[in-house]
């Protein structure tokens, strides 16, 4: 993909934080967006907010858990606009606390947000990008967690590596078509997430069953807190340059390097 002029972009977990600030982005570079988000009255101000800055702009209430209410996105998308360009998987929770302590419902609501949302757009959306031909790309937003799991956050990490995982396989399997792939892997940034129970079902606990969100959870694989605007833009340079792993801190190399010598370690003792 060469500039976003014209292109069409979709957005979920789009009313706020990265989501937000990367559909700003893309607007402001020429970009028709639809944000998603299961927040009515976010996605309502987010969308009025860019349309009257002239960006052309529609917010469609989904839920990334159900497929339906992704498919619906999908048509959303193509009644408005006639095209997709770009899907942004970025809707996300997290769930605090030693892994020992996850209830089922802990597992299901991380896993039905985290790691099916992603799915389900892949399925509602690339089928259809793929038969037009156009340029396209689909970015995941994973996290550092989800290359070097911290504690605390075990179906956080586990999710954020299937992720990881999905973004990788895309990157491969996509070669030869018009469509790219990229993962953003950031570090601590400015957004909702640690209040994301908020938004959790009855049927899975509801916003009561949130755990007690401390930051020396995060051990020392946090790093500075980036605003999500600077992130929106390492994000867009990632899409044009069709780079896989889009790191959001330097800080965090070495952690992940730490974790590859010991699993290239671990083959001394391989059979």
Not at 143 to 152: D, K, L, Q, W, Y
Not at 160 to 171: N, P
Request: glycine share 10%; hydrophobic share 45%; net charge neutral.
């Amino acid at each position: 993909m060469k500039d976003f002029k014209g292109k069409v972009a979709v957005v979920t977990g789009g009313a706020s934080g990265i989501g937000l600030a990367v559909a700003k982005a893309l607007g402001a570079k020429g970009a028709k967006l639809v944000l998603a988000d299961i927040e009515k009255s976010a996605l309502d101000g987010a969308a009025a907010a860019l349309n009257n800055a002239g960006i052309e702009t529609i917010g469609v209430v989904t839920n990334v858990a159900d497929r339906a209410s992704v498919e619906a996105l999908a048509d959303a998308t193509w009644k408005r606009f006639g095209a997709c360009n770009i899907v942004m998987h970025n809707a996300g929770v997290a769930v605090f606390g030693a892994t020992q302590d996850m209830t089922h419902n802990d597992w299901r609501w991380s896993i039905d947000v985290n790691l099916w949302g992603p799915v389900h757009g892949v399925e509602a959306f690339l089928p259809r990008m793929l038969k037009e031909g156009q340029d396209g790309h689909m970015v995941f937003t994973a996290s550092f967690a989800g290359i070097v799991p911290n504690r605390a956050l075990g179906p956080y990490n586990v999710t954020k590596a299937g992720v990881v995982a999905l973004a990788e396989s895309l990157h491969k399997d996509l070669r030869g078509t018009p469509i790219g792939a990229s993962v953003l892997c950031p570090m601590r940034v400015k957004t909702n997430i640690d209040n994301s129970t908020r938004n959790r079902p009855e049927e899975l606990g509801g916003p009561a069953a949130a755990h007690p969100y401390e930051d020396a959870d995060s051990g020392n694989l946090q790093g500075r807190t980036l605003t999500a605007d600077e992130t929106a833009q390492l994000v867009l340079n990632g899409i044009l340059a069709n780079r896989l792993y889009l790191h959001t801190h330097k800080e965090a190399r070495p952690f992940f390097e730490g974790r590859a010598r010991k699993i290239a370690e671990a083959f001394d003792a391989a059979l």
